[in-house]
């Protein structure tokens, strides 16, 4: 194992070990909060009914996980009625949920409560409805059936104190409210961090694609536990964005595997994946103007849904895509997020079964346990992107340090000529004025003949050190090649040339001391203003080349030499 992966290892079980932590002491603190809220008497009120269908008459032994045996289609009623003593509770509220029926409640003859009869889609949810305080009275629920050929199931009904109305559904389900706000803040933040991150030119699809999934997520998990009705009562509406978050999700989740493992597909594995994402959105169209026009609504495309939803992860899993063993750590990271979530998601459909067909009355299959498989695939997706973005920044961390080296003197790590032309190309393209300051060391030459190039490599060493010093903050400064040196200076910078110039001069006779022969150079000064005859004009910058300018500085420079009565000057 290399020393990277080895971090990596060890990084992934601080991380994982300090959430588990987190996550248990926060589970504690949860369960202390939720047993406040939970009301402390409830009536069950599952035996005694009588189910009327068109005119037929049952009884019910007991309502716990009931199904009507007999589809009904839309239009058609159901009628439950019972004697009901609600003289334990001093405001006593009768909490019941419908799926996709239109009701009605009756006591003692009277309509107390109506819900979904002027809609063709009246959603499904939780009902709250004011009874009077007493002793044996006639309650009576009609259901009306608002979608074609099913079976109607019949909930839970329970009498609770007002005062609890709230607080008692959303306290039994916690988990589920704090993990669905939780995914939403998440995809919120992870969205707007991503677009972020697009400015700085950091990869930001995969960040965008978890945000997506986490706020799609985290509001089918409040739409789906139904607890979004601590805001929002339109039940329709409810279920609606309940069904548009579960057909958009496969969207941004099969983008996120195809950005992960794009260089790794083959060209047809390529055109399947672009096939499944014009399919996911073409379905997510289609099925709503289906909806929403009224022709076939959202459940009734569910089974056809989770079909090809099953046949595109058995083909992720079965082409590699989801997992191989070529992945690289993110990938793998993903993978368990995935497989805990499917398997989150087979022992819900398990619970469900137990609790409808076994009537195992148990509030640990009350609740639904996607929620808690969608916030392990969530953090899964998060580690995997954190993973991810290490490689990247390290990659480019090294790649950085390379390019940076191929502009940088390997003697006295001033930039080379190659970055000297770089900034030539700049200076083209750029208005404004600018300055070259042209050097070149006398007596170089006479150091190697006389004392070897170890001794001329020092003092070139030596005065690229004064020269970056005399320089720094007014100019860059470069050696072009062998004794010659070069400082750009820009044109916020102009004024300051004159002074860098005479520090220059200063620090090479102050280090010259304890050297074979003194540092000495000629230099020449060089501004762009020079050959422009009418001032800064658009027109006359863009015939004047950096190349110009340096050249004349160069002039300059070996004019300075010419005259220098030193013997330096000659070598």
Partial sequence: MTEPERIHKQYLWVTSASAAVLLLLFVFFLIAVCSNGVAPQNVRLDKGWTVTYKGEKTGVGSLVNYTFPKKLMRGDSLILENRISANQLAHPIFRFRTVHSAVEVFENGKSVYEYGGNRDFPGCGYHHVHLSHGENQKLKLVLVNKIDNRKITISKYELFSEEYAVSDYSSRHIFALVIGIFLILFGVL????????????????????????????????????????????????????????????????????????????????????????????????????????????????????????????????????????????????????????????????????????????????????????????????????????????????????????AYLDALTGLFNRAKCQQIFDILDKSFGDYAFVSVDMNGLKMVNDKYGHNEGDKLIKIFAGLFKEAFAGVGTAIRVGGDEFLAIVRSEHVADVNDAVKKMVDLQKERSEDLPIPLEVAYGVAFKHEFLKNGFSMAEETHIDAEKVYHLSDERMYAMKAKMKSKLARF
């Fill in 190 to 405: 992870a969205v707007l961090v991503g677009a972020v991150m697009r400015i700085y030119g950091v990869n930001y699809f995969r960040l965008l694609m978890i945000g997506f999934l986490s706020f799609t997520f985290g509001t089918w998990t409040m739409c789906y536990t139904k607890l979004i009705q601590i805001v929002s009562y339109n039940l329709t509406l409810n279920t609606t964005l309940e069904y548009i978050c579960l057909y958009f999700s496969p969207i941004p989740f099969t983008l996120l595997l195809w950005n992960m493992q794009r260089t790794r597909l083959s060209q047809s594995k390529t055109w399947v994946m672009k096939f499944l994402v014009a399919y996911e959105v073409a379905y997510l169209a289609v099925s709503s103007v289906l909806h929403f026009t009224g022709l076939l609504f959202y459940p009734q495309m569910l089974v056809f849904f989770h079909a090809v939803v099953f046949a595109g992860l058995v083909y992720f899993v079965y082409s590699g895509i989801l997992y191989n063993k070529k992945m690289d750590e993110s990938g793998k990271i993903l993978s368990r997020g995935v497989l805990f979530f499917v398997v989150m998601v087979v022992a819900d459909m398990l619970r469900y079964n137990f609790a409808r067909h076994l009537a195992i009355d148990n509030p640990l299959l009350e609740s639904s346990w996607i929620p808690l498989g969608t916030l392990g695939f969530v953090f899964s997706l998060v580690q995997s992107y954190v993973v991810y973005l290490v490689y990247i920044l390290e990659d480019r961390a090294e790649k950085g340090a390379l390019a940076t080296m």
